[in-house]
């Protein structure tokens, strides 16, 4: 059976640079105390904050103009049906696009 090590608990040396912080204590004692609430995750021209019920995403889209896409993760988990733009996700989706940005900030990177 195949295993895999935590770089935190390695012996092999560490960058100098490392993003992010160590979920070690969750992997140590799942009953642990933690901040976050969402995950951060970058593809080829944009990023997606995931949080328990929903996913939003800004990317690069025609054109090269920002596009945007919105799912209730609750309502729609294979994501058939972008909520973006749509006046009744509007307050939903304006603070998601503030956390997504103050994430993608807080990371050293920028989503224009």
């Known amino acids: 059976m195949?295993?895999?090590?935590?770089?935190?608990?390695?012996?092999?040396?560490?960058?100098?640079r490392r993003w992010g912080r160590s979920f070690a204590?969750?992997?140590d004692n799942p009953e642990a105390e933690h901040q976050r609430t969402d995950a951060l995750i970058q593809v080829?021209?944009?990023?997606?904050?995931?949080?328990?019920?929903?996913?939003?995403?800004?990317?690069a889209g025609?054109?090269?103009?920002?596009?945007?896409?919105?799912?209730d993760m609750t309502a729609d988990p294979k994501q058939y049906?972008?909520?973006?733009g749509h006046p009744d996700y509007a307050v939903i989706e304006k603070r998601l696009e503030e956390r997504l940005e103050a994430r993608v900030a807080a990371a050293g990177g920028g989503t224009r």
């Not at 080829?44 to 990317?59: I, P, Q, S, V």
């Open 81 to 84: 049906k972008n909520l973006s």
């Open 44 to 59: 080829a021209d944009g990023f997606c904050l995931r949080t328990d019920n929903w996913a939003y995403m800004k990317y």
């Open 2 to 16: 195949a295993t895999c090590g935590r770089a935190d608990a390695s012996t092999a040396k560490r960058a100098k």
């Open 25 to 27: 204590a969750l992997l």
């Open 62 to 71: 025609e054109n090269g103009e920002e596009a945007a896409m919105l799912y």
